[in-house]
């Protein structure tokens, strides 16, 4: 009896190994994950990031339980998916064992479990940490400690989403900081800077109702006490602004992963030159902002954004930006003509007072993201683009797939021609000609924000706080366009740049050579005369 149940449940073992190493290998390849399990005699260390000190931008103070919080990160993460006894077991049940654990937070899932799984790990931490949290997770009632068996309740203040988020963004840098480095000395010692995350904890409470939209934003201090968030409020917002946060967990653990194969000289050795200081918080898109913009689109300028937040945006993709080439139309188009990527549009302006659905002089930005190149149209054009708010709240509008109004670029060219209804002269984007979502004017002076029940191809949603139903006329302040098509896009944009330069210069000889031949010919004619 005892050999044919041993039998039996032999093949049901072959099953499950079979599916977990299948659902492993699309996360890492089984080579790696099998190192890992044979030479990794000690997970936690493994799995905990290299020693650096971090630090908040002035005024923020810096948690003074963060470090431990970040310490105990690698013990929390290995004692609850990699339990001791896989990791020792080198046979089939202790590889089986590694692996339920890896998929546990590595595998792919439904939105709203690994982030159930990203807070029960923040929670562990904090334990550990003895940091203040306000939630914890509750096992099933066979009190096995399954994360599908239990949930994560409880309720998140709003200095405590700070924590997380920059919890979140740690993980993320320990991913990308070896590679910019190069594993080269120097910087040792040194803070990391952590990003401004305040605009992500302000639309987190907007969103549960916690603070009012038109009333409680301006002004508003993370470190200033308030109602926090409950934990259903607070998936219910990752999912529907930062869905990326869900997978920072399991990005760490791959990265921790594929780094403990690396050499450790170079993991030892994380320069921070490049980070302790925030460079790019000079412009309108700070590493924050990228953060936040990274967590929120779903293709593959999500990794560019991703890598602006640790590093900066290379000043090199800057297209325009007002204070530096001037404002107006021309002067834009000068910078960005020709340019057939993605591109980022941001823009920081204050309400004019004397409206009575503004507040006067508050500051706010917008910004947009063209997955098109830049035309001179009278019409919409455009295949795909997502509308944001980047301060003083975050908030990402996709496209709706009602109508395709994605952009409008209008400026007068050199062969003037009459119309009976000139088309404005501007940049637009959503809605109609006359009746646009966003639209800039020539001067790039002002900035009109309309109601989003003009629009079609943006999803609703206000952009600005106590944006109302009437039309918000406001002023620019500054504006930026950043290209995000690469070194390829820009090598084509600078081609095309000279090859223009060519032919204007022509133009130019042409029209001297047609003007010096009219002038002699009425020389001549007044000779003869």
């Known amino acids: 009896m005892g050999g044919s149940s041993s039998t039996a449940s032999a093949p049901a073992e072959a099953r499950e190994l079979r599916e977990q190493e299948a659902l492993a290998s699309a996360a890492l390849s089984l080579p790696l994950l099998r190192a890992v399990f044979s030479r990794s005699a000690d997970l936690a260390a493994t799995l905990s990031l290299p020693p650096t000190s971090f630090r908040s931008a002035p005024p923020l103070e810096t948690p003074a339980h963060f470090q431990d919080l970040l310490a105990s990160l690698g013990p929390t993460i290995a004692s ?144 200033g006490a308030g109602k926090g968030v409950s934990v259903q409020e607070f998936t219910s917002w990752v999912i529907s602004t930062v869905p990326g946060l869900g997978n920072c967990l399991s990005r760490y653990v791959q990265d921790r992963f594929r780094s403990s194969e690396s050499d450790p000289a170079k993991e030892s050795s994380v320069s921070t030159g490049n980070t302790t200081f925030d460079t790019c918080d000079a412009y309108l898109l700070t590493r924050g902002r990228a953060w936040s913009i990274s967590l929120s ?89 997502f509308l944001c708010a980047t301060y003083p709240i975050f908030r990402m509008l996709l496209p709706s797939g009602k109508e395709k109004n994605i952009m409008y670029c209008h400026l007068h060219t050199q062969l ?73 896009t820009k090598r084509q944009q600078d081609i095309f740049k000279k090859r223009e330069d060519i032919f204007s210069g022509q133009r130019r000889r042409s029209r001297s050579f047609w003007q010096l031949g009219r002038l002699s010919r009425e020389n001549d004619d007044g000779h003869g005369f």
């Not at 924000?449 to 109302?468: C, E, F, M, W």
């Open 80 to 223: 609850l998916f990699f339990p001791r006894g896989a990791s020792e077991d080198a046979g089939a049940g202790g590889w089986l064992g590694f692996l339920k654990g890896f998929n546990s937070c590595c595998a792919r899932a439904r939105a709203s479990l690994p982030l159930a799984v990203l807070l029960r790990v923040y929670a562990a931490a904090c334990a550990a940490a003895g940091a203040p949290c306000g939630v914890q997770f509750r096992p099933g009632e066979d009190g096995g400690g399954d994360e599908e068996g239990g949930k994560v309740v409880g309720e998140l203040a709003p200095g405590e989403i700070a924590v997380l988020l920059s919890m979140c963004w740690v993980m993320a840098w320990s991913g990308l900081a070896p590679r910019v480095s190069g594993g080269e000395e120097g910087g040792k010692g040194e803070a990391v800077l952590l990003p401004d995350v305040s605009h992500l904890v302000l639309s987190a409470l907007v969103s549960a109702g916690a603070v009012a939209d038109d009333e409680g934003v301006w002004g508003w201090e993370v470190s």
């Open 297 to 385: 689109v779903r293709n593959t300028l999500s990794e560019k954004f991703l890598s602006a937040s640790v590093i900066g945006m290379d000043t090199g993709d800057l297209l325009y930006r007002s204070s530096l080439h001037g404002k107006g139309l021309s002067r834009f188009w000068s910078c960005v003509e020709g340019y057939k990527g993605p591109a980022l549009i941001l823009l920081s302006a204050f309400s004019n007072s004397g409206s009575e659905n503004v507040d006067a002089g508050r500051k706010w930005g917008i910004g947009v993201l063209t997955e098109d190149g830049f035309e001179n149209k009278d019409t919409f054009y455009g295949s795909s683009g």
């Open 416 to 488: 003037k021609t009459y119309e009976a209804t000139p088309k404005p002269l501007g940049l637009a984007f959503g809605g109609s000609i006359g009746n646009e979502r966003i639209f800039i004017d020539e001067d790039f002076s002002k900035v009109t924000i309309r109601h989003h029940a003009v629009d079609k191809t943006y999803q609703h949603g206000s952009l600005i706080p106590n944006q109302g139903y009437l039309p918000v006329e406001a002023s620019i302040l500054d504006f930026e366009v950043w290209g995000l098509g690469g070194q390829t």
